[in-house]
């Protein structure tokens, strides 16, 4: 069994620029979830994707988005950064329903300048 | 509002203490209650969850509705418990609402 792997690890961007982070989910999970973690602060909720349909979505504004793709990989897109941006992405892939535990990657940190 | 509490940022114990982190929520119906783990260098990984009852390397956590607590227990500390720890709330959707986590640092 794979886990969930997220590229790239380490990225630095400069404010109103674009970015885009990729995730592969955990073999057989169906909906992955993003997670915004700044520093000192636990991972906020940005949004969930189910069968590549969006399933709920967090205090976040349209610029960022996402996709999920039918092999179960998926994409969050940043638009215009922010310096507030800069934070630790994670991508956490699991089967649907409120008690499937969650398998997180091990993250990209953004840096907006 | 949904909202998870830790109340302490650093925990710090000498090894075969007896551990408590804290996590209180607000939820206005029934929650699922977990704890997830970060051991340095690693992924966060979940410990346990209140619908399992289950105890995970000597650690339990008992949902009291009441006082609306979740808290994490373990009789006897180990050094390799030291990590941050993040109590989660889950309410009708995998969307997992975390406290700000709180490091357990276990002295030798």
């Known amino acids: 069994e794979t886990g969930v792997t997220q590229s790239p690890t380490h990225l630095i961007k400069t404010r109103g620029q674009q970015v885009t982070l990729r995730c592969s989910s955990q073999?057989?999970?169906?909906?992955v979830s993003w997670y915004q973690q700044a520093l000192g602060q636990g991972p906020q909720f940005i949004f969930q994707y189910y069968r590549e349909e969006e399933n709920g979505r967090g205090n976040f504004p349209p610029r960022f988005s996402g996709l999920q793709f039918p092999n179960y990989s998926s994409e969050l897109n940043v638009n215009a950064l922010e310096l507030d941006d800069s934070a630790l992405y994670l991508c956490a892939s699991s089967l649907k329903g409120p008690n499937s535990p969650l398998h997180f990657g091990n993250g990209t940190r953004l840096t907006v300048t | 509002a949904q909202r998870v509490t830790q109340p302490e940022k650093l925990l710090s114990v000498f090894k075969g203490a007896p551990v408590e982190l804290k996590c209180n929520y607000s939820?206005?119906?029934?929650?699922?209650l977990f704890w997830y783990v970060q051991y340095s260098r690693q992924r966060l990984q979940l410990l346990l969850r209140?619908?399992s009852r289950e105890s995970i390397k000597g650690f339990t956590a008992d949902l009291n509705k009441g006082e609306t607590s979740f808290h994490l227990k373990k009789p006897f500390a180990q050094e390799e418990d030291s990590a941050m720890y993040y109590c989660?709330?889950?309410?009708?959707?995998?969307?997992?609402?975390f406290g700000t986590g709180t490091l357990l640092a276990v002295q030798p």
């Open positions: 939820y206005s119906g029934s929650p699922e």
């Open positions: 209140h619908i």
């Open positions: 989660a709330l889950s309410g009708a959707t995998n969307k997992l609402i």
């Open positions: 073999s057989g999970h169906n909906t």
